[in-house]
């Protein structure tokens, strides 16, 4: 289970190292989207170097962006506003964490299980992007990864969460249980 679970740790750094590069890459895409066409509308259209495709990098490279920041920052939970777990005990806070990070491994599962039929059927069709005719089946190839990936990572990480939880709360018992031991020991002594 530990050779896994650092196998998709580091897969999920990797991918997670991966959208960075692709949140730069559209923002380069954009800024050259636009000073192209700025110069073609300054120019009357004597200076044409836009290119065809900058809509579409855009549009996929934010759903690799997404896709692929998801199951690192899964890990790195959400948000607990203080006031309303505040009352509940630990317990009730790690099975309330481990039931959130179950819908994203569902919500993961569910998209993979999608986009994999997707990919046959447009194979069948021949289904390509619009403008720069690349084959959707590899698109959806790669979600399909990203999405496997944050099932397998939010499952491990509520395995360990409740595990972890679980060894803590036995250890505290023995640890309280010697701890009583020793304070009968010392009690007896005195007397």
């Not at 740790?9 to 991966?18: D, E, F, K, V």
């Not at 890990?75 to 009730?92: A, N, Y």
């Amino acid at each position: 289970m530990t050779v896994l679970k650092n196998f998709i740790n580091r897969i999920s750094y990797a991918m997670h190292a991966c959208s960075g590069v692709l949140l730069i890459g559209m923002m380069l895409v954009t800024l050259v989207d636009v000073v192209t066409r700025t110069l073609y509308g300054l120019s009357d259209g004597a200076i044409a170097f836009t290119f065809i495709g900058g809509v579409e990098l855009i549009k996929y490279g934010l759903l690799f962006t997404v896709l692929f920041t998801l199951p690192q920052s899964v890990g790195d939970s959400q948000v607990i506003v203080d006031l309303f777990t505040e009352q509940m005990s630990e317990r009730t806070k790690v099975y309330l964490e481990s039931f959130y990070l179950l819908g994203f491994a569902l919500l993961g599962a569910g998209m993979t299980y999608r986009f994999y039929l997707a990919i046959e059927g447009s194979i069948l069709s021949g289904e390509t992007t619009q403008d720069l005719m690349i084959p959707m089946p590899w698109i959806y190839r790669v979600v399909v990864f990203a999405t496997t990936v944050l099932t397998l990572r939010c499952l491990i990480i509520t395995w360990d969460l409740i595990q972890n939880h679980h060894h803590h709360v036995e250890e505290g018992k023995s640890n309280m249980t010697s701890s009583q031991d020793k304070s009968h020991h010392q009690h007896k002594e005195v007397l």
